[in-house]
């Protein structure tokens, strides 16, 4: 298990990763006037993939899961897609991508990148990392729970953005 949590830590720290891209992206469309919507639900997210990491090494921990390569080596190729799918999204929408919804007034709508084929590519990339890592390790009580709950999140941030992307930018 120890390549496991080696597995875990790196996407933590790819996650941090994140975090700084968002805060420089966030100055960035600020001062462009940009506005931030659906900031109730954004602290839920954030507690969401905390837990997600959190999980992920305790249940193959604490109920001694086995990793099952017929399982396992498919579902870590996912994630890995999964994260190049991320990347993909981040680097093509610049410093308009955020994990936070903040629209600037009159940008028009990114149409390149994985943008051309799906409009959310990015929750793609969450729905599908959130099923496959924890079932690299055979956690699937993790890997049920919190893709029942980024359902539920995911539907209240699409509304979300959809809305404020509607209501801010040009057609």
């Known amino acids: 298990m120890p390549w496991y949590v080696l597995l875990?830590?790196?996407?933590a720290a790819e996650?941090?990763?994140?975090?700084?891209v968002a805060r420089r992206n966030a100055a960035w469309t600020f001062a462009r006037a940009g506005v931030e919507h659906g900031r109730g639900h954004y602290p839920v997210?954030?507690?969401?993939?905390?837990?997600?990491?959190?999980?992920?090494?305790l249940e193959p921990a604490l109920a001694d899961r086995p990793f099952?390569?017929?399982?396992?080596?498919?579902m870590?190729?996912?994630a890995v897609l999964a994260q190049a799918l991320r990347?993909?999204?981040?680097?093509?929408?610049?410093?308009y991508w955020n994990t936070r919804v903040i629209v600037v007034p009159g940008a028009r709508l990114v149409g390149a990148g994985p943008y051309r084929f799906l409009?959310?590519?990015?929750?793609?990339?969450?729905v599908v990392e959130i099923a496959a890592l924890?079932?690299?390790?055979?956690?699937?009580?993790?890997?049920?729970?919190?893709?029942v709950a980024n359902a539920i999140l995911l539907t209240v941030r699409i509304r979300c953005e959809n809305a404020a992307l509607t209501h801010a930018v040009p057609a």
């Open 68 to 74: 099952l390569p017929a399982l396992g080596w498919p």
């Open 45 to 57: 997210m954030v507690a969401l993939h905390a837990g997600l990491l959190a999980c992920c090494l």
């Open 15 to 20: 996650r941090f990763a994140e975090l700084v």
């Open 119 to 126: 409009r959310h590519p990015n929750y793609l990339a969450v």
């Open 8 to 11: 875990v830590l790196a996407v």
């Open 87 to 95: 990347w993909w999204c981040i680097t093509t929408l610049g410093p």
């Open 134 to 147: 924890p079932l690299v390790h055979t956690a699937w009580l993790t890997a049920a729970a919190f893709t």
């Open 76 to 78: 870590l190729a996912l």
